[in-house]
């Protein structure tokens, strides 16, 4: 049977389904499309947040390093790697940071210098816990005295203070005293 248009019932039920499967296709792919939107990464962080690891953990550090320093031998490759992952966090790129500081931890895995450049890492993607857990590997790992010493206690107390815990970020600025390990006046 056909009706004034030509087309048979099977013919319109056809469409109507084809017209419904349509309809719901691009449901779907309006949903997809949020959904990929929801999960883009997030921006960069404002200017001031990428200078607290500068600001909080390695100007300070510096400035107190006049005395006894302690740095690891590293290997070549841990060198390049190191070097780039410092020119990627420079430029914002902190995942790419992390990628390159990962793959050097796979070749010295217990190098202070990388845990602790992974663990500044962390802090500016506001990652807090990687960021202690880190600090405490590299202070675990490390000399107990020097630069490397004062930014793992400034990065365990930045990162107890984001995480909410104000009397272990108050203990670990104590500590951070007991890293500077100067000559004595007379000599």
Partial sequence: MTDH??????????????ASLLSLGLTLALALLLSAC?????PPAPVEDRTEVEREIREPAEDDSEGVQVFPLQN???????????????????????VLLERALR???????LLQQMAEVQVRKRDYQQALNFAVRSYDAGPRVGEICAR????????????????GAREAESRVGQCMNTRPQRY
Wanted: aromatic share 4%; no cysteine; net charge negative.
């Fill in 107 to 113: 070749i010295q895995p217990h190098d202070p210098e």
């Fill in 152 to 167: 793992n206690w400034r990065t365990i107390g930045l990162a107890r203070e984001h995480l909410g815990d104000a009397d």
């Fill in 5 to 18: 248009s030509g087309k048979s019932g099977l013919a319109k039920r056809t469409d109507k389904h084809s």
């Fill in 38 to 42: 929801a999960s883009a990464p997030t």
């Fill in 76 to 98: 070549p490759a841990v060198k390049t790697l190191l070097a780039q992952a410092g020119e990627a966090e420079t430029s914002g790129n902190y995942d790419e940071a992390s």
